[in-house]
């Protein structure tokens, strides 16, 4: 079946420096979101990535689409311990209404 | 206020019961969703509706069982035939399927034992 992989699974950083995590997908994808879940939380939602080789900036985080849409990124610039968190891709399943969810990445910021 | 709100947070029960989590949502969303999430571990689909009285079996729909009688309601029993309950229960909605943010509830958590 589909698969929806991120990695790396862990990473600390010290506070300003970056930060970036990688979702992989087995299946080539219409859409794909980002959430942001904070330890003792809820996921909520940051982004939707629709076209091919989209890039779309909320403030210090980056997130693109891979040209193929099966790959996305996310990018934070000069971390803050405000970033700490698990953060998870969910790209949609082909013919079915509903969203695979990426294993995630935990976020330590070290201040 | 609106959102959705999930009850209880903390729920115990024992082994070979059955238990139902509560899900209520006021966006006036069609879709609605059932995720199990373990430690350290991304979300996993039990259960999701696209609209009342129609719901599809999600990745890991055994042992499980929903209803969808109003709109803003979305109720998950957990059975005694789920060999493994002990989890955190996440509810989700959204305007429709297909392409739409979702809105998480802020959980459950079951513990069995």
């Known amino acids: 079946g589909q698969q929806v992989m991120q990695i790396p699974q862990y990473q600390h950083v010290q506070e300003g420096e970056d930060f970036t995590t990688y979702c992989n997908s087995s299946?080539?994808?219409?859409?794909i979101q980002w959430y942001k879940q904070r330890p003792g939380g809820h996921p909520v939602f940051l982004i939707q990535?629709?076209?091919?080789?989209e890039v779309k900036k909320q403030k210090r985080l980056t997130f693109q689409f891979g040209e193929a849409k099966k790959n996305s990124s996310l990018h934070i610039t000069a971390t803050q311990t405000t970033d700490v968190g698990t953060y998870f891709c969910?790209?949609?399943?082909?013919?079915?209404?509903?969203?695979?969810f990426g294993t995630g990445t935990r976020l330590k910021v070290l201040a | 206020d609106g959102g959705i709100t999930q009850s209880p947070k903390y729920l115990f029960r024992k082994e070979g019961q059955n238990v139902t989590l509560s899900c209520e949502q006021n966006?006036?969303?069609?879709?609605m969703y059932w995720y199990r999430q373990d430690p350290g571990q991304g979300l996993r689909l039990i259960y999701y509706?696209?609209?009342?009285?129609?719901?599809q079996k999600g990745d890991i729909a055994e042992g499980y069982s929903v209803s969808r009688e109003k709109k803003e309601s979305f109720p998950l029993t957990v059975t005694s035939a789920q060999k493994n309950p002990t989890a955190f229960y996440l509810c989700?909605?959204?305007?429709?399927?297909?392409?739409?943010?979702?809105?998480f509830g802020p959980g459950t958590r079951l513990t069995v034992t």
């Open positions: 989700a909605s959204s305007a429709a399927t297909g392409g739409y943010e979702q809105y």
């Open positions: 299946t080539t994808l219409s859409n």
């Open positions: 990535l629709v076209k091919s080789g």
């Open positions: 969910a790209g949609d399943s082909p013919g079915t209404y509903k969203y695979i």
């Open positions: 966006l006036n969303h069609d879709a």
């Open positions: 509706s696209q609209i009342v009285n129609d719901f």
